[in-house]
T-cell receptor
């Protein structure tokens, strides 16, 4: 299906475990983004990528790692999950314009 | 410090009436503003935008107003419908921001039948 997808949609993990959230888009958009949504904070940018093999930190990058070996994929890895990383994670993509297209989100719970 | 603020966490409106959602920003470099709508268990979807060279942009029932001197924008929904019940996020960006958006905290709109 065309569009932007995220997997898994729901994930429960334990403190200290590594977990990877996947994001895939079929539009060949240059830009991809990872946000987390927390009550009272809206959407905060974790990392973004302007093109394959180019990534940069956003507002809240600590504890996260990203890679972009292919234009269509932008995985987000929590190397050692903490309870403060319990959140809803959204991936987004955009092309030359400012409008971003969001995936359906991944609800992550760290116990 | 939040550069984009939505000071009302929630708003309740009667069906058929006007909904006004407000957004304030502090960064004078912002020159493009967007509103996103989000339903539960879904990702945000783009609703309407406005460039800083305009003070109003209209799309059907949705109108966004921009007051640059006050660093304030608002989204008007007329008439409001129950299907408009959602969380609305204001976002801003600048020409040199590399397609990055800065989001406000969101306002939950409830339209009562």
């Amino acid at each position: 299906d065309a569009g932007i997808t995220q997997s898994p949609r729901y994930k429960i993990t334990e403190t200290g475990r590594q977990v990877t959230l996947m994001c895939h888009q079929t539009w060949s958009h240059s830009y991809m983004f990872w946000y987390r949504q927390d009550l009272g904070h809206g959407l905060r940018l974790i990392y973004y990528s302007a093109a394959a093999d180019i990534t940069d930190k956003g507002e809240v990058p600590d504890g996260y790692v990203v890679s972009r070996s292919k234009t269509e994929n932008f995985p987000l890895t929590l190397e050692s999950a903490t309870r403060s990383q319990t959140s809803v994670y959204f991936c987004a993509s955009s092309d030359s314009g400012d409008e971003q297209y969001f995936g359906p989100g991944t609800r992550l719970t760290v116990t | 410090d939040q550069q984009v603020k939505q000071n009302s966490p929630s708003l309740s409106v009667q069906e058929g009436r006007i909904s006004i959602l407000n957004c304030d920003y502090t960064n004078s470099m912002f020159d493009y503003f967007l509103w996103y709508k989000k339903y539960p268990a879904e990702g945000p979807t783009f609703l309407i935008s406005i460039s800083s060279i305009k003070d109003k942009n209209e799309d059907g029932r949705f109108t966004v107003f921009l007051n640059k001197s006050a660093k304030h924008l608002s989204l008007h929904i007329v008439p409001s419908q129950p299907g408009d019940s959602a969380v609305y996020f204001c976002a801003a960006t600048s020409n040199n921001a590399g397609n990055m958006l800065t989001f406000g905290g969101g306002t939950r709109l409830m339209v009562k039948p």
